[in-house]
């Protein structure tokens, strides 16, 4: 059997990886002007994810390199200028309040995420995940359960007093979300980053993402996969049977889309072969971008604290304010104070400048000019994002992660794909992202219908 499969990010490459070791025939074609994303490195920063999500199991399987991860922590200046800092260990340079019930609040977190966790690394949920849920005893399984449902404003105001707390771990949760804290279900968000790891230990990659991409094309060595990249739009046959972008034509047996969904089912394939319903549901798939990279040079100020100069460092947050951007985001109004988000990769990692200075906007907001000397600015906004990398909206996880839509055309038992040889194999098809797990279980699944 030949497949041909449709991207480069991490999943793309699963799927091509698990189909070349049972012995098919594949093919891999880039069609966005930059190959990769989202894990690009560009004048040493991420103009896309900051580090790789890659599931490390499969990192195992193929040897890739998840060791050259370095791990952060995140810290938070206050408009007075005073700091705190959050660690597994507890917090610093917070109230007494807060300090007694930061370890409880993370048992809660951890036992929800673990749950959570489960549900993301398997296609189909584990027959023990209902006891396991069980086992948490009557009470703690109720307040598990009711986290995915709450607003992080309500979760949030439960359990901490300090605003600069509260609204760290919002910007947390809602990173590339189109979303404000004081919306229903955005707490199942922040449930989702912690059962992933990135909330407490933020990560970085030594040599950039694009030494994780360098490491997934050497990985293709040796076994029988060809890569492309051809930059175009792709014109899918009407037989859906071959494929062609410029003068290129690739023919296969079926094609894996690592695309995002609305993408592949409004660009690649023409709608009118596909039911009135389900492009009813393509069309209503929310990926609105709202996040953008800055890259450029300024030293750690030398005033600041020790303690954060490894640190991913928030900008002065809190509840209010961050809804107060997103209130302005709705309106199509311009972001005075949104969130933002430092970090200074160099210090953790000496093959990159000690003076690159890496900035996380939220919701397109870029005032911080104002406060800190940056030099040599470039930014990569959603515009970037859908222009180079083809993400529908500039949305870098094909949809809003939020509850409502979380577990939308992917691998649950009433979903069947509309046509018989073409599928998804990105991120559209779990919440788990770029992992490499969905790309690895539609090609396994594939795998097993083959006769």
Same mark, same amino acid.
Request: without cysteine; glycine residues 0%; hydrophobic residues 35%.
């Given at each position: 059997m030949k497949v041909l499969v449709l991207g480069s990010s991490p999943n793309a490459f699963a799927a091509a990886l698990t189909l070349a070791d049972a012995g098919h025939s594949v093919e891999m074609l880039e069609t966005a002007t930059v190959p990769g994303a989202p894990y690009v490195t560009i004048e040493g920063g991420e103009a896309g994810l900051a580090y790789p999500h890659f599931c490390p199991v499969l990192a195992e399987k193929w040897g890739l390199p998840v060791a050259n991860l370095a791990h952060t922590g995140r810290s938070a200046i206050r408009s007075d200028g005073s700091w705190l800092h959050v660690r597994r260990t507890g917090l610093i340079g917070a109230s007494e309040h807060d300090s007694k019930a930061w370890p409880h609040f993370m048992e809660l977190m951890g036992q929800g995420a673990e749950l959570l966790y489960h549900l993301y690394s398997n296609p189909q949920p584990p027959a023990f995940l209902a006891e396991a849920w069980r086992e948490l005893g009557r009470r703690q399984s109720m307040e598990v359960l009711r986290l995915p449902w709450m607003s992080l404003r309500d979760l949030l105001d439960e359990w901490f007093e300090d605003q600069t707390l509260k609204g760290l771990l919002a910007e947390v949760a809602l990173e590339g979300v189109a979303q404000g804290p004081f919306a229903a279900g955005t707490a199942y968000s922040l449930l989702g980053r912690w059962a992933n790891g990135q909330v407490l230990s933020p990560m970085t990659m030594k040599g950039g993402c694009a030494s994780f991409y360098a490491a997934l094309r050497a990985s293709l060595e040796g076994r029988p996969i060809q890569l492309f990249h051809y930059p175009g739009m792709p014109v899918l046959a009407p037989d859906q049977r071959s494929l062609t972008v410029d003068t290129h034509t690739f023919e296969f047996d079926f094609l894996f889309s690592d695309k995002d969904a609305r993408? #592949? @089912? #409004?660009? =690649?394939? *023409?709608? &009118? @072969? =596909? /039911? #009135? /319903?389900? *492009? &009813?549901?393509? %069309? *209503?798939? %929310?990926g609105r971008g709202v996040w953008q990279r800055g890259l450029g040079t300024c030293p750690y100020p030398a005033h600041w604290p020790d303690e954060a100069r490894l640190d991913l460092i928030h900008w002065e947050p809190g509840l209010v304010r961050l809804e107060k951007a997103w209130d302005r985001v709705k309106r199509n109004l311009d972001v005075e104070e949104g969130p933002l988000q430092l970090c200074w990769p160099g210090l953790l990692d000496d093959s990159r400048p000690a003076d690159l200075i890496q900035e996380s906007f939220g919701y397109g907001s870029g005032w911080i000019s104002a406060h800190l000397d940056v030099q040599n600015r470039k930014y990569f906004t959603p515009v970037d994002y859908e222009r180079d990398w083809q993400f529908t909206q500039g949305h870098l996880f094909g949809a809003d992660r939020d509850l409502s839509q979380s577990f939308f055309l992917r691998p649950i038992p009433d979903y069947e794909a509309p046509l018989e040889n073409v599928e998804l194999c990105g991120s559209a098809l779990h919440p788990a992202n770029h992992t490499g797990r969905s790309g690895h279980w539609k090609a396994l699944e594939l795998i097993r219908r083959q006769p």
């Open positions: 993408w #592949t @089912y #409004t660009q =690649l394939v *023409n709608p &009118r @072969y =596909l /039911e #009135t /319903e389900f *492009n &009813r549901a393509i %069309r *209503n798939i %929310r």
